[in-house]
């Protein structure tokens, strides 16, 4: 009779194999999993980031009477007699409101998108410094988040106010 004890080689390397594929298929699931989770987590960010800038600047930029553009500042006055400046320094775009003029303002807003530049167009697509009349559009040029930064632009359609 032939006493065995333990187990051969040729079990325990093909057990080993089998344990090595199994921890192979598990760590690219995972990993998988956690790169899927980083881009919807950049991506939702980012979106939700763009609906806020636009329902903060829809609101406050629904018909302006006057409105200016000049390097990183968006100036512009209210009907209701408000002053604001739209901001960008570095990647950080902020609204501040004044009552009385454009030199005293306050924090009104920031939005946590990181915005690359912005710019002020008339109907045509050229760019201009100074809306007079009619309708133009403010530009922003943003990154969305996600596995890989995608640049992106919202553009915000600006009609003067023209009383009658």
Not at 129 to 138: D, H, I, N, V
Not at 144 to 154: A, D, F, H
């Amino acid at each position: 009779m032939n006493n065995e004890r333990g187990i051969t080689l040729v079990e325990l390397l093909a057990t080993l194999t089998i344990f090595s594929l199994i921890i192979g298929v598990v760590y690219s699931l995972f990993s998988f999993s956690q790169a899927n989770w980083t881009h919807t987590k950049g991506v939702t960010q980012s979106e939700s980031s763009v609906q806020e800038l636009q329902i903060v600047l829809t609101r406050e930029l629904a018909s302006p009477v006057s409105l200016t553009f000049q390097g990183n500042e968006l100036r512009f006055e209210g009907q209701n007699g408000s002053f604001y400046i739209l901001s960008l320094n570095g990647q950080q775009l902020s609204l501040s409101k004044g009552e009385d003029d454009f030199s005293n303002t306050s924090l009104l807003h920031t939005f946590s998108l990181p915005v690359q530049r912005m710019t002020l167009q008339n109907k045509n697509d050229s760019a201009i410094s100074t809306l007079s009349e009619g309708m133009g559009y403010l530009t922003i040029y943003y990154n969305r988040e996600g596995l890989k930064t995608v640049n992106n632009q919202i553009k915000f359609p600006i009609s003067l106010y023209q009383p009658d």
